[in-house]
């Protein structure tokens, strides 16, 4: 059940040039950000919706945004480490380590997320040591584990082709059964953007991107 599991959202203070520059062109700094934060407002309302032990957001700076108050109801630590990886491993850590209950990580990049996903994740950890979301791109936008250690994490390559089969590789290497997701594409770019605004047009993320159009940058 959903409700056996703590439900982690690792995330940026959507400030702009800090979060999506990959989007910039065509859009400013300014339009990326609005849409890296409505990506991130769908994000939270789909894990708001998920039945769960515990709600938490892993932020990369804990000071009081303006849509701080979006987050209601969610716990908020802040990040920790250097790399992705890093972050990733200790955000596992400290979560587990405040309620030692399996945990579900996903992070801000995959608006079209829904509860339906998420609580497939948590059964799934009902039966497997891990459960893993493959990204198109190569990475992957969900993580589960039923006992999170760090060594699962750190070390493995981020933020290339490579890093899902490299993650996936060292769940397996450690002996741990993983339940695979179906793959979804993290907004990385402005084609990435336009194609999963289509797949969820019901999101604030597609409302944002229809307001936005084709962005204001040249």
């Not at 894990?47 to 908020?76: H, S, Y």
């Not at 040591?129 to 589960?144: C, N």
């Not at 060594?151 to 890093?163: D, Q, R, W």
Request: proline share 9%; glycine share 12%.
């Amino acid at each position: 059940m959903t409700d056996r599991v703590q439900l982690v959202v690792l995330a940026k203070r959507p400030v702009p040039g800090r979060v999506k520059t990959r989007l910039t062109p065509p859009y400013t700094p300014s339009e990326a950000a609005e849409l890296a934060a409505a990506a991130l407002d769908d994000t939270l309302r789909a894990v708001a919706a998920t039945p769960a032990a515990d709600r938490v957001l892993a932020l990369d700076d804990v000071r009081q945004g303006p849509w701080g108050g979006r987050a209601r109801g969610f716990g908020v630590v802040p990040q920790r480490g250097d790399g992705l990886d890093e972050r990733l491993a200790w955000a596992f850590e400290d979560v587990y380590a405040r309620r030692p209950v399996p945990v579900v990580l996903v992070g801000m990049d995959t608006p079209q997320l829904t509860p339906a996903l998420l609580q497939r994740a948590a059964v799934a950890l009902r039966g497997y040591d891990a459960v893993f979301g493959p990204a198109t791109d190569g990475g992957f936008w969900l993580l589960g584990l039923r006992r999170p250690d760090p060594a699962l994490l750190l070390g493995v390559p981020m933020s290339s082709p490579g890093t899902g089969r490299a993650q996936l590789g060292r769940l397996r290497e450690a002996g741990l059964d993983v339940a695979l997701l179906p793959s979804l594409t993290d907004v990385d770019d402005a084609a990435d953007a336009r194609l999963v605004a289509g797949l969820a047009p019901g999101t604030g993320f597609a409302a944002t991107l229809t307001r936005l159009g084709t962005g204001a940058a040249r």
